[in-house]
Protein backbone atom coordinates (compact mmCIF):
# COMPACT_ATOMS: atom_id res chain seq x y z
CA UNK A 1 0.00 0.00 0.00
CA UNK A 2 1.34 3.51 -0.87
CA UNK A 3 0.32 6.46 1.52
CA UNK A 4 0.86 9.57 -0.46
CA UNK A 5 2.84 12.91 1.61
CA UNK A 6 0.70 14.22 4.31
CA UNK A 7 1.44 15.92 7.69
CA UNK A 8 3.67 14.18 10.32
CA UNK A 9 5.57 15.10 13.18
CA UNK A 10 8.13 12.32 14.22
CA UNK A 11 7.82 11.30 17.80
CA UNK A 12 11.23 9.32 17.88
CA UNK A 13 13.75 7.96 16.05
CA UNK A 14 16.64 5.14 16.69
CA UNK A 15 19.15 3.61 14.76
CA UNK A 16 18.52 0.68 12.56
CA UNK A 17 21.51 -1.44 10.97
CA UNK A 18 24.91 -0.14 9.48
CA UNK A 19 22.86 2.74 7.64
CA UNK A 20 19.04 3.13 8.41
CA UNK A 21 16.79 4.60 10.83
CA UNK A 22 13.50 3.81 12.62
CA UNK A 23 11.21 6.68 12.99
CA UNK A 24 8.19 6.11 15.36
CA UNK A 25 5.82 8.77 13.27
CA UNK A 26 2.08 10.15 14.24
CA UNK A 27 0.32 11.09 11.17
CA UNK A 28 -2.87 13.15 11.11
CA UNK A 29 -4.38 10.52 8.63
CA UNK A 30 -2.85 7.74 9.86
CA UNK A 31 -2.14 7.82 13.54
CA UNK A 32 1.00 6.05 15.09
CA UNK A 33 3.31 3.76 13.28
CA UNK A 34 6.69 2.76 12.65
CA UNK A 35 8.56 3.68 9.06
CA UNK A 36 12.27 2.51 7.99
CA UNK A 37 14.49 5.50 6.72
CA UNK A 38 16.89 3.59 4.69
CA UNK A 39 19.90 5.12 4.36
CA UNK A 40 19.04 7.95 6.44
CA UNK A 41 22.57 7.74 8.63
CA UNK A 42 24.67 7.65 5.28
CA UNK A 43 27.23 11.19 5.02
CA UNK A 44 25.42 12.52 1.63
CA UNK A 45 21.54 11.40 3.17
CA UNK A 46 20.15 14.95 1.86
CA UNK A 47 16.89 14.16 4.24
CA UNK A 48 18.71 13.14 7.62
CA UNK A 49 18.73 17.10 8.82
CA UNK A 50 14.85 16.91 8.20
CA UNK A 51 14.38 13.78 10.86
CA UNK A 52 14.16 15.15 13.95
CA UNK A 53 11.04 16.12 16.29
CA UNK A 54 9.00 19.03 16.75
CA UNK A 55 9.17 19.74 12.97
CA UNK A 56 5.98 19.64 11.12
CA UNK A 57 7.00 17.00 8.04
CA UNK A 58 5.20 16.07 4.69
CA UNK A 59 5.68 11.87 4.87
CA UNK A 60 5.35 9.48 2.39
CA UNK A 61 5.53 5.33 2.51
CA UNK A 62 4.69 2.37 1.72
CA UNK A 63 3.68 -0.16 4.29
CA UNK A 64 3.60 -4.30 3.89
CA UNK A 65 2.84 -5.79 7.75
CA UNK A 66 3.46 -4.37 10.79
CA UNK A 67 6.46 -1.41 9.30
CA UNK A 68 6.48 0.79 6.52
CA UNK A 69 9.56 2.08 4.63
CA UNK A 70 9.70 5.89 3.82
CA UNK A 71 9.70 7.01 0.32
CA UNK A 72 9.28 10.53 0.57
CA UNK A 73 10.26 13.72 3.29
CA UNK A 74 9.54 17.56 3.07
CA UNK A 75 9.09 20.32 5.25
CA UNK A 76 5.50 21.60 5.42
CA UNK A 77 6.09 24.43 8.27
CA UNK A 78 7.13 25.12 11.24
CA UNK A 79 10.03 24.03 12.83
CA UNK A 80 9.52 24.40 16.95
CA UNK A 81 12.39 25.45 18.60
CA UNK A 82 12.67 24.69 22.09
CA UNK A 83 14.90 24.27 24.84
CA UNK A 84 15.39 23.89 28.12
CA UNK A 85 12.52 22.23 30.29
CA UNK A 86 10.13 23.30 27.11
CA UNK A 87 12.22 20.89 25.03
CA UNK A 88 11.83 18.10 27.57
CA UNK A 89 7.92 18.78 27.74
CA UNK A 90 8.11 17.86 24.05
CA UNK A 91 9.79 14.89 25.13
CA UNK A 92 7.06 13.90 27.56
CA UNK A 93 4.45 14.72 25.03
CA UNK A 94 6.46 12.46 22.23
CA UNK A 95 6.02 9.49 24.73
CA UNK A 96 2.78 9.43 26.13
CA UNK A 97 1.92 9.81 22.25
CA UNK A 98 4.46 6.57 21.63
CA UNK A 99 3.12 4.50 24.42
CA UNK A 100 -0.98 4.98 24.72
CA UNK A 101 -1.61 5.69 20.75
CA UNK A 102 -2.55 2.28 18.86
CA UNK A 103 -0.96 1.71 15.50
CA UNK A 104 -3.35 3.18 12.90
CA UNK A 105 -5.96 4.38 14.86
CA UNK A 106 -6.20 7.80 13.49
CA UNK A 107 -6.85 11.38 15.74
CA UNK A 108 -6.72 13.98 13.79
CA UNK A 109 -7.93 16.07 16.62
CA UNK A 110 -5.17 15.04 18.36
CA UNK A 111 -2.97 16.13 15.71
CA UNK A 112 -4.22 19.07 15.69
CA UNK A 113 -3.91 19.87 19.90
CA UNK A 114 -0.21 18.01 19.08
CA UNK A 115 0.24 21.33 17.14
CA UNK A 116 -1.32 23.86 19.25
CA UNK A 117 0.73 22.83 22.37
CA UNK A 118 3.78 22.91 20.57
CA UNK A 119 2.96 26.58 19.77
CA UNK A 120 1.97 27.73 22.71
CA UNK A 121 5.07 25.88 24.50
CA UNK A 122 7.50 28.84 22.77
CA UNK A 123 5.20 31.40 24.27
CA UNK A 124 5.90 32.53 27.67
CA UNK A 125 2.96 30.84 29.22
CA UNK A 126 2.37 28.33 32.07
CA UNK A 127 4.38 25.60 31.10
CA UNK A 128 2.16 23.49 33.40
CA UNK A 129 -0.50 24.70 32.05
CA UNK A 130 -0.20 23.81 28.84
CA UNK A 131 0.97 20.45 29.81
CA UNK A 132 -2.08 19.54 31.61
CA UNK A 133 -4.60 20.76 28.93
CA UNK A 134 -2.55 18.18 26.42
CA UNK A 135 -2.99 15.69 29.04
CA UNK A 136 -6.58 15.96 28.91
CA UNK A 137 -7.34 16.56 25.19
CA UNK A 138 -5.33 13.19 25.11
CA UNK A 139 -7.02 11.31 27.54
CA UNK A 140 -10.01 12.44 25.79
CA UNK A 141 -9.34 11.64 22.50
CA UNK A 142 -8.70 7.71 23.64
CA UNK A 143 -11.81 7.62 24.86
CA UNK A 144 -10.80 8.10 28.39
CA UNK A 145 -12.55 11.71 28.60
CA UNK A 146 -12.44 13.12 32.36
CA UNK A 147 -15.57 13.96 34.10
CA UNK A 148 -14.95 17.98 35.04
CA UNK A 149 -18.77 19.70 35.66
CA UNK A 150 -20.53 17.36 37.66
CA UNK A 151 -20.90 14.80 40.77
CA UNK A 152 -20.83 11.30 39.30
CA UNK A 153 -22.95 10.16 42.18
CA UNK A 154 -25.98 12.86 42.53
CA UNK A 155 -25.79 14.73 39.25
CA UNK A 156 -25.21 17.94 40.69
CA UNK A 157 -22.93 20.68 38.92
CA UNK A 158 -19.45 20.52 40.66
CA UNK A 159 -19.43 23.56 43.30
CA UNK A 160 -16.81 25.81 43.53
CA UNK A 161 -15.83 25.53 47.06
CA UNK A 162 -16.17 22.48 47.72
CA UNK A 163 -13.70 19.23 47.92
CA UNK A 164 -14.36 16.21 45.55
CA UNK A 165 -12.94 12.82 45.50
CA UNK A 166 -12.10 12.05 41.74
CA UNK A 167 -12.48 8.47 41.20
CA UNK A 168 -10.29 6.68 38.60
CA UNK A 169 -12.66 5.93 35.63
CA UNK A 170 -15.65 6.81 36.73
CA UNK A 171 -15.37 10.44 38.47
CA UNK A 172 -15.65 13.18 41.13
CA UNK A 173 -17.93 12.61 44.18
CA UNK A 174 -18.32 14.42 47.02
CA UNK A 175 -18.12 11.93 49.31
CA UNK A 176 -15.22 9.36 50.09
CA UNK A 177 -15.48 6.18 48.15
CA UNK A 178 -14.76 3.26 50.14
CA UNK A 179 -13.95 0.67 47.56
CA UNK A 180 -12.46 2.55 44.57
CA UNK A 181 -9.05 4.41 44.39
CA UNK A 182 -9.32 8.14 44.33
CA UNK A 183 -7.80 11.74 44.30
CA UNK A 184 -8.87 14.73 46.57
CA UNK A 185 -9.16 17.62 44.50
CA UNK A 186 -11.33 21.02 45.07
CA UNK A 187 -14.08 22.11 42.77
CA UNK A 188 -12.30 24.92 42.01
CA UNK A 189 -9.81 22.78 40.32
CA UNK A 190 -12.27 20.73 38.78
CA UNK A 191 -14.15 23.75 37.22
CA UNK A 192 -10.33 25.31 36.15
CA UNK A 193 -9.60 22.46 34.01
CA UNK A 194 -12.64 22.31 32.71
CA UNK A 195 -12.55 25.50 31.43
CA UNK A 196 -8.42 25.30 30.53
CA UNK A 197 -7.83 27.98 32.52
CA UNK A 198 -5.59 27.00 35.39
CA UNK A 199 -3.16 28.82 36.79
CA UNK A 200 -3.06 29.07 40.43
CA UNK A 201 -0.82 27.02 42.81
CA UNK A 202 -3.02 24.71 44.14
CA UNK A 203 -5.02 24.22 41.28
CA UNK A 204 -1.71 23.16 39.22
CA UNK A 205 -0.87 21.04 41.71
CA UNK A 206 -4.28 19.39 41.91
CA UNK A 207 -4.25 18.96 38.44
CA UNK A 208 -0.52 17.55 38.26
CA UNK A 209 -1.86 14.70 40.89
CA UNK A 210 -4.71 14.02 39.07
CA UNK A 211 -3.70 13.86 35.26
CA UNK A 212 -0.34 11.68 36.83
CA UNK A 213 -2.49 8.95 38.74
CA UNK A 214 -4.93 8.44 35.72
CA UNK A 215 -2.44 8.37 33.58
CA UNK A 216 -0.19 6.07 35.45
CA UNK A 217 -3.08 4.06 34.92
CA UNK A 218 -2.80 3.07 31.42
CA UNK A 219 0.51 3.30 31.21
CA UNK A 220 1.40 0.62 33.63
CA UNK A 221 4.60 0.35 35.89
CA UNK A 222 7.42 1.33 33.37
CA UNK A 223 8.74 4.58 34.94
CA UNK A 224 8.33 7.53 31.84
CA UNK A 225 12.50 8.35 30.61
CA UNK A 226 10.85 12.27 30.02
CA UNK A 227 10.38 12.47 33.61
CA UNK A 228 14.08 10.99 35.15
CA UNK A 229 15.33 13.53 32.02
CA UNK A 230 13.18 16.41 34.14
CA UNK A 231 14.17 15.47 37.31
CA UNK A 232 18.05 15.44 35.97
CA UNK A 233 17.29 18.57 34.51
CA UNK A 234 16.05 20.74 37.92
CA UNK A 235 18.50 19.13 39.93
CA UNK A 236 21.44 20.50 37.07
CA UNK A 237 19.38 23.35 37.26
CA UNK A 238 19.48 24.01 41.13
CA UNK A 239 23.22 23.19 41.23
Avoid at 12 to 34: A, C, M, P, W
Avoid at 158 to 167: D, E, H, L, M, P
Avoid at 188 to 194: D, F, G, I, K, P
Amino acid sequence: MKIALHPCFILHQRHYRETSLILEVFSRDNGKLSLVARGAKKRNASTRPLMQINQKLNIAWTIRGEMGTLTAIEAAGTNYNLSGSRLIASFYMNELLTRLLHKYEPHPELFDAYENTLTLLQQPLNEETILRVFEIQLLQSLGYGLVLDHDVNTGMPIAQNQFYYYQIDFGPTASSPRDRESVKISGETLLALAQKTIQEPLQLQEAKQLTRRILKNHLGAKPLASRKLFNAYLKNQSG
